[in-house]
């Protein structure tokens, strides 16, 4: 990692589950510092002091946001994202919802580029099983790193596992 460069993770989670591939993706990132936050602890400006924010979304209902997400979001889409780098990884249903797997992304997403922020860290969208998604870029793949603990939990570890080289990788360029 290229040196000074502030960096944080910020996530929600009603049912721990968010807050589990939290702690995994912090423990492998092995980036020191890399302060953990979850959404309901912070404010608008928080967001701010960072340079590189990695973001936790659980996409809960019927392609709804995780309901600390959800609480915060009228402030989430007034801050201004210029000059911040942001990844994402979201968790959803591709089965039992797939009609809205992993929408969070996609509506944080469109906050944070239309509020000036550059989002890295896409993610294919091969091997999944799912009919529409809002986390699905222009540019075909996620918009993060798409995990299904529920379908294919098996494959969460590999994925991560590619996701952080993947965005180690971006990160230094910045």
């Not at 091997?127 to 540019?139: C, D, E």
Request: charged residues 25%; aromatic residues 14%; glycine residues 10%.
């Amino acid at each position: 990692m290229k040196k000074n460069k502030k960096i944080a993770i910020i996530y929600g989670s009603d049912t721990g589950m968010t807050e589990e591939i939290t702690e995994r993706i912090h423990y492998k990132l092995n980036i020191d510092p890399l302060p953990i936050f979850e959404i309901n602890e912070l404010n608008p400006n928080d967001f701010l002091k960072f340079d590189v924010l990695i973001l936790g979304i659980p996409t809960w209902d019927v392609g709804e946001l995780q309901s600390d997400w959800d609480e915060f979001y009228p402030d989430f889409k007034n801050i201004n994202f210029e000059n911040i780098k942001v990844c994402m990884y979201g968790l959803g249903d591709q089965l039992g919802y797939p009609d809205n797997f992993v929408d969070g992304l996609g509506i944080l997403a469109s906050v944070i580029l239309k509020n000036g922020g550059l989002i890295f860290g896409y993610w294919p969208n091969k091997g999944y099983k799912f009919n529409l998604s809002k986390g699905i870029s222009p540019n075909g793949m996620f918009y993060g790193l798409a995990l299904d603990e529920h379908n294919q939990y098996e494959q969460t570890d590999t994925r991560i596992d590619n996701w952080i080289l993947k965005i180690k990788s971006e990160i230094n360029t910045f």
